[in-house]
C-alpha cells in the first residue's frame, strides 16, 4: 500500500475513511431548506427493477428500497431495518426468522407485509434475469410466513453468510400491488420504503430523490432530498463538481482527477480517501486453445507487475493484489506474491518451456470501455507492454461497451478478459463463491468441487466468522493454483465534495454503497 500523504491545504478538509466506521472528523448539521444535495457519480443504474440488477444499481436501490437488514452507521455486520429483529432459530443455521417492524408501509401507502417480503424474495429466483442476483439465494429452499409480521427462511444448506445476503440491495422489498411476480417491472416508476421517495427518474441523467414520509427503519436523514446525476466520465463529474452544478461525487474518480485535488491548493473542495473492497481482475477462458493451458495461465501470472499498474496507470490511487479477497478481510491471503515473487521473464520462460511450449504465445485481451473507470484502457495498454516485452507473448487488445462486452463473455467468447468485483456483502465468502462452479458471476464455468464442495460449505457453517480462516485461505490457494483468475488490484474508496458538505466519511456502507441520508449542508462553524 502506498502511504504517500493525502492532502487538500488551504480550508478544504481530509477525513480518513474506514469502510466499516466513520470517523467523523466533518461537523454534523440538521436538514435544511437550500434545496437538494446533488450528487454525481459514474454508475448509473442499469434497470429499476431490483430483481434484475447485479450491479451497480443497488447504489440507487440502497436509498429508495428497504431490505429486512442494513448496516447503521459503524456496523460491521448486518443489522434490523425494516425488519424489528431477526436471527437463526436452530444450531444449524438454516433456519432464519424475521419479524417485520410494525406500521410498515411503501411510499405510496400500500402496507409492507410479510406477503411482500415472501413476494419479493420468491420472484428473484422465478425471474432469474440475466445479470440478476438470483445466483446470491442458492442456499434458500423456500420462504415462509405467519400472518403479516413473521417471515421464516429455509435453507437447503448451513449458511451463515445468509444475513449478509438479505442485507445487500439485491434483496429489496417491493410492492406486490406493483411488481410482476414472473417478470421484471418495466417504466420508471418506483415504489419502494425506504428512506427516500423517487420523484422522476431519466435514464442516464438523473434520479430525484425526496424525504419518504413512510420510512421506518433505523437511517437517521440528515436531508431532505437528493439529486444523483449520472455522468459518462469522470472529467465531466468533477467539471461540475468544480462549478458547483454537484455537491459530492462518487464512483467513478479518474485517477488523474484524484491526484490533482490531492496535490492543489482548492479552498472549496474536500477530499475523502479511505479503503476499499474493489477489485479488479483477469478472467482466463479454459476453452480458449492458449489461455485454457495452465502453464500459459502462470506464464501470465509470473510477468505481470502489479506494482507498475498501480503506480504509472492509477497514480497509487489503488493498491496491488495478490489474491481474490482483498486486504482487510478476514482470511486475506497473498497466495500469488507468494507463489510467483517478483516478475520475472525468465521463470515465466520456464513455465512455458517445461510445458512444450517454445514459441510466442498469441492471447486476445478483452476489456469494457465504459464500465471500471477511464483508466481501463491504459491497463490494457499496459499489461500488453509488460506481456509482449518478455518476448514470451503476442497480445491483441479488443474492447466493446459493457452491454455488448456482457454478451460475448457470456457466449465464452473472449480467451482473456478483464472483470471488476464490488462485494455484495463484506466477508472472504464473497469474494470466492461467486466465481467458481458451473453457475457463476463470470459467464465461465469454473467447477472446483475441493471449493464448492468442502470449503465453502464447511465455512458457511460457520457463525464465527473469524473460524473461516484455514477454509477461505486453502480457497484463494486453490484459485493461485488453478491461476484461471488473476487478481490486479485493489480499490480505494475517494469521495469528493463541496467544503460546505459534511457526512461523506459516514455515507459508504461496508458494502461500498453510498447512503445518501448521512449527507448534509453544514450549519456552523
Aim: proline share 6%; charged share 25%.
Amino acid at each position: 500500500m502506498s502511504h504517500r500523504n493525502r492532502f487538500l491545504r488551504g480550508a478544504a478538509a481530509i477525513a480518513s475513511l474506514s469502510l466499516v466506521a466513520g470517523c467523523g472528523l466533518l461537523s454534523d448539521g440538521d436538514p435544511d431548506d437550500q434545496g437538494p444535495i446533488v450528487v454525481g457519480t459514474t454508475s448509473a443504474p442499469s434497470t429499476l427493477d431490483p430483481a434484475g440488477a447485479w450491479d451497480g444499481s443497488w447504489e440507487l436501490y440502497r436509498n429508495i428500497f428497504q431490505t429486512l437488514l442494513a448496516y447503521p452507521n459503524g456496523a460491521t455486520t448486518p443489522q434490523p431495518d425494516a425488519a424489528r429483529a431477526c436471527s437463526f432459530t436452530d444450531s444449524t443455521s438454516r433456519t432464519y426468522r424475521c419479524q417485520l417492524r410494525a406500521g410498515l408501509k411503501f411510499a405510496d401507502g400500500d402496507p409492507l407485509t410479510a406477503a411482500a417480503v415472501k413476494h419479493s424474495i420468491d420472484r428473484i429466483r422465478t425471474i432469474d434475469a440475466p445479470g440478476g442476483p438470483a445466483g446470491l439465494l442458492g442456499s434458500l429452499d423456500r420462504v415462509e410466513t405467519s400472518g403479516d409480521r413473521d417471515v421464516v427462511f429455509r435453507l437447503n444448506k448451513p449458511d451463515a453468510t445468509f444475513p449478509f445476503v438479505l442485507a445487500t440491495p439485491a434483496m429489496s422489498l417491493v410492492d406486490p400491488d406493483d411488481y410482476p411476480a414472473n417478470s421484471l417491472r418495466e417504466g420508471t416508476e418506483v415504489h419502494g420504503s425506504g428512506p427516500y421517495e423517487l420523484r422522476s427518474y431519466e435514464e442516464g441523467e438523473r434520479a430525484d430523490l425526496v424525504r419518504n414520509d413512510n420510512y421506518r427503519g433505523f437511517a437517521k436523514r440528515q436531508n431532505d432530498a437528493v439529486t444523483i446525476r449520472y455522468f459518462k466520465n469522470s472529467a465531466g463529474m468533477v467539471e461540475a463538481l468544480r462549478d458547483k452544478r454537484i455537491d459530492v461525487t462518487y464512483r467513478g474518480l479518474a485517477a488523474d482527477d484524484i491526484v490533482a485535488l490531492q496535490e492543489h491548493d482548492d479552498e472549496e473542495l474536500q477530499l475523502v480517501d479511505g479503503a476499499g473492497t474493489d477489485i479488479s481482475y483477469l478472467v482466463f477462458n479454459p476453452a480458449d486453445p492458449w489461455a485454457g493451458r495452465i502453464a500459459v495461465r502462470k506464464a501470465v501470472a509470473q510477468l505481470v507487475d502489479r506494482g507498475a499498474i498501480a503506480h504509472k496507470v492509477y497514480k497509487d490511487t489503488v493498491d496491488p493484489l495478490y489474491s481474490m479477497v482483498p486486504k482487510g478481510l478476514t482470511g486475506h491471503a497473498t497466495g500469488f506474491f507468494d507463489d510467483y515473487g517478483e516478475p520475472s521473464a525468465a521463470k515465466a520462460r520456464k513455465i512455458l518451456t517445461d510445458a512444450g511450449i517454445t514459441r510466442r504465445v498469441p492471447l486476445t485481451l478483452w476489456y469494457t470501455t465504459d464500465r471500471y473507470g477511464s483508466e481501463t484502457g491504459l491497463m490494457f495498454q499496459e499489461l500488453k507492454r509488460q506481456l509482449d516485452g518478455s518476448g514470451l507473448f503476442t497480445i491483441t487488445l479488443k474492447s466493446r461497451p459493457w452491454k455488448s462486452y456482457v454478451a460475448g463473455f457470456q457466449k465464452h467468447e473472449y480467451p482473456v478478459f478483464g472483470r471488476g468485483w464490488f462485494p455484495d456483502f463484506p466477508d472472504a465468502d464473497n469474494f470466492i463463491a461467486p466465481f467458481v462452479g458451473e453457475h457463476n458471476a463470470l459467464g465461465t464455468p469454473y467447477p472446483v468441487k475441493e471449493i464448492t464442495g468442502r470449503l465453502l460449505p464447511h465455512a458457511r457453517a460457520e457463525s464465527d466468522r473469524a473460524q473461516t480462516v484455514k477454509d477461505m485461505e486453502a480457497a484463494q490457494q486453490i484459485m493461485v493454483d488453478d491461476a484461471r483468475l488473476l487478481p490486479l488490484w485493489q480499490g480505494r474508496q475517494f469521495v469528493a465534495a463541496s467544503v460546505d458538505i459534511s457526512g461523506g466519511e459516514q455515507a459508504l456502507d461496508p458494502s461500498t454503497v453510498m447512503t445518501m441520508w448521512a449527507l448534509h449542508r453544514k450549519t456552523s462553524w
